[in-house]
């Protein structure tokens, strides 16, 4: 059975940071396009990151550039988001997901965690 799972997310004040991490069972991930996607309360699943398989090749949404950083560590598995000076409209559901396409839209991916909650406080 495919599983991601994001962790790292919590409650963080205004201009603080937070690493995310993600990682799989019953897949290698490596083999993966992986790509963060976020979603706040009334709003529609948004993309923030993508990383290629060998991680050589990253893509942003542009209202995130210079703030977060998408890396992975193929030999442990993982994926990781990390976010700088974070602010409070970063508010959201963060979510991982793995596909095969290097591509921004959601239903391009293939598997998807459960989500981490990140909420920033002003």
């Known amino acids: 059975q495919v599983q991601l799972v994001e962790s790292g997310g919590g409650l963080v004040q205004a201009g603080g940071s937070l690493r995310l991490s993600c990682t799989a069972s019953g897949l290698t991930l490596s083999t993966y396009i992986v790509g963060w996607f976020r979603q706040a309360p009334g709003k529609e699943r948004e993309f923030v990151a993508r990383?290629?398989?060998?991680?050589?090749?990253?893509y942003y949404a542009d209202s995130l550039k210079g703030r977060f950083t998408i890396s992975r560590d193929n030999a442990k598995n993982m994926v990781y988001l990390q976010m700088n000076s974070l602010k409070p409209e970063d508010t959201a559901v963060y979510y991982c997901a793995a596909g095969g396409r290097l591509t921004e839209v959601p239903d391009h991916y293939d598997y998807w965690g459960q989500g981490t909650q990140v909420t920033v406080s002003s």
């Open positions: 990383i290629s398989r060998g991680g050589y090749s990253t």
